[in-house]
Antibody
Framework: QVQLQESGPGLVKPSETLSLTCTVS????????WTWIRQPPGKGLEWIGY???????NYNPSLKSRVTISLDTSKNQFSLNLSSVTAADTAVYYC??????????????WGQGTLVTVSS | QSALTQPASVSGSPGQSITISCTGT?????????VSWYQHHPGKAPKLMIY???NRPSGVSNRFSGSKSGNTASLTISGLQAEDEADYYC??????????FGGGTKLTVL
């Protein structure tokens, strides 16, 4: 059974880069559009973007200038970098996988989520 | 991309049925049969309840059902139970090959 686990700093200073890693266990990272989603405190879910195992990416237009998602197949991991963060980037960050290898939506596997706070 | 529009809250008594709406545009909800619904209990990961407008993943109760008309999708929960109390989010695939979520609806079981 595939499981996802986010890891990374829980506190990031304003203007710096937020970096998180999602480790995929119980299955291969090959295939699927590996996705990052976040939820600011008291707000709704926001789709950040995905990376396909081939390296193809697609990002939320509102975050595109600051987001990079990358893949490390040797470690079965994918990562999120979000640059020039502000307090508005404080959120619980989830990694997720869609329910089909050809799909970009319908996420049936999620990590537990990790809270990242942006503060000096 | 703008978030899909959901009511902020809905409520119902045990045993009753409730419906949550999710309104988008022809570039997302209206343009594709790729609407999903998630149940989210605070502190837990969201759970996929409906995908492709009407399909239930294995293990999801048949009390949950989905539909769509034009640019508006709906989630209906019948035979409401206390454990259904949670936040519910819709999402849709979009014409930009991205995904957009709704603002979320808090379901209260009275």
């Amino acid at each position: 059974q595939v499981q996802l686990q986010e890891s990374g700093p829980g506190l990031v200073k304003p203007s710096e880069t937020l970096s998180l890693t999602c480790t995929v266990s119980g299955g291969s990272i090959s295939s699927y559009q590996w996705t990052w989603i976040r939820q600011p405190p008291g707000k709704g879910l926001e789709w950040i973007g995905y990376i396909y195992y081939s390296g193809t990416t697609n990002y939320n237009p509102s975050l595109k200038s600051r987001v990079t998602i990358s893949l490390d197949t040797s470690k079965n991991q994918f990562s999120l970098n979000l640059s020039s963060v502000t307090a508005a980037d404080t959120a619980v960050y989830y990694c997720a996988r869609p329910c089909g290898s050809y799909r970009k939506d319908a996420f049936d596997i999620w990590g537990q989520g990790t809270l990242v706070t942006v503060s000096s | 991309q703008s978030a899909l529009t959901q009511p902020a809250s809905v409520s119902g008594s045990p045993g009753q049925s409730i419906t949550i709406s999710c309104t988008g545009t022809s570039s997302d909800v209206g343009g594709y049969n790729y609407v999903s619904w998630y149940q989210h209990h605070p502190g837990k990961a969201p759970k996929l309840m409906i995908y492709d407008v009407t399909n239930r993943p294995s293990g999801v109760s048949n009390r949950f059902s989905g539909s769509k008309s034009g640019n508006t999708a709906s989630l209906t929960i019948s035979g409401l139970q206390a454990e259904d109390e949670a936040d519910y989010y819709c999402s849709s695939f979009t014409s930009r090959s991205t995904v957009v979520f709704g603002g979320g609806t808090k379901l209260t079981v009275l």
